[in-house]
């Protein structure tokens, strides 16, 4: 399938001998959700601010949907719709003339219908009378996202959607994304909350220090990566672990109470059978068995560990 975004070889250096971006080399595919992971200074607002022609790259090439964002700039930037993290809004207007001016910003011809169609969307149809001073951090987040989408555009760069928002709103929020979707428009997210990225994107890209370290299917990078712990409830303390169960590498709670196995979830054999019969072997009774796999926020931050070191 030919993606939507290509971007190939881009790097930026800033005046000074910063170099935010090192080769970075990315397909996007239509209709996707990609989550951008990465730590503060890894490039991930440099990178969006080029494809949205914010700020020029120092080499590379990147299109989007066919369009070469410098040779045909208004091509290119007529496709994508940014949310930028800031709440950047006229506090005076009203809602539905801050939507109405983006869409004529592209050049776009009037449209009430899909005007309206995004409103309701985002739940904002009953506030476009509404002046942006009175609504909410939460919905002016919102009208953030329909400026957006009010030219009509086929990517969604989404900087920290839900910076600063509460749990219930952020649940909505991601129904929002995924409704998007549904309608065809490929989203490219940045996001510090990693559940976010877990439960949201199709696939997780992570860059650091100005370089994409993977980018892979969400499933597949939980599977392939994932580690699984097995926490074992003994039914009487242990005052040190048995020599005879050293290969198990197990680590023991602090008063002796449980037991944590760690093993690669890849493995042909995961060890769990032997290690239960070794402890019965040894005469440790067990009070329960829980299981729990690793999460992405765990090998986000050894990923990112394993890089810098």
């Not at 209709?31 to 022609?53: M, R, V």
């Not at 993290?85 to 449209?111: A, I, W």
């Not at 129904?175 to 877990?198: C, K």
Request: hydrophobic residues 40%; glycine residues 10%; charged residues 25%.
């Amino acid at each position: 399938m030919t993606p939507i975004v290509k971007i190939d070889q881009v790097t930026k250096t800033y005046d000074g001998g910063h170099q935010a971006l090192k080769g970075v080399s990315l397909d996007i595919v239509q209709g996707e959700i990609l989550a951008l992971l990465g730590p503060n200074g890894a490039g991930k607002t440099t990178l969006i601010s080029i494809i949205c022609g914010i700020v020029n790259a120092s080499g590379g090439r990147i299109t989007v949907g066919g369009h070469d964002t410098i040779t045909d700039y208004r091509g290119a930037r007529g496709m994508i719709g940014l949310v930028p993290q800031e709440t950047t809004l006229e506090p005076f207007e009203r809602v539905m003339n801050t939507v109405r001016f983006s869409r004529g910003l592209f050049g776009c011809p009037p449209d009430a219908a899909h005007l309206e169609k995004v409103l309701r969307q985002l739940s904002l149809w009953d506030k476009r009378d509404s002046k942006i001073m009175k609504l909410s951090g939460g919905m002016k987040r919102r009208v953030l996202i329909a400026k957006a989408l009010a030219h009509e555009p086929r990517v969604l760069f989404l900087d920290e959607p839900t910076a600063g928002v509460d749990v219930e709103l952020r649940k909505e929020m991601w129904n929002t994304v995924r409704d998007l979707q549904a309608d065809g428009v490929t989203i490219i997210l940045t996001t510090h909350y990693i559940e976010e990225a877990e439960a949201m994107a199709d696939r997780i890209g992570v860059i650091a220090k100005g370089e994409i370290l993977l980018v892979e299917d969400t499933a597949a990078l939980m599977d392939r990566m994932g580690k699984k712990e097995m926490r074992i409830e003994l039914q009487a303390p242990l005052a040190a672990i048995p020599e005879a169960l050293g290969e198990f590498a197990l680590e023991r709670s602090e008063d002796g109470a449980a037991l944590t196995y760690t093993y690669d979830t890849r493995g042909e054999r995961t060890g769990i059978t032997r290690l239960l019969a070794d402890l019965q072997s040894e005469g440790i009774a067990l009070r329960d068995v829980q299981t729990k796999q690793s999460s992405l926020e765990e090998i986000f931050v050894d990923l990112v560990r394993e890089e810098t070191q």
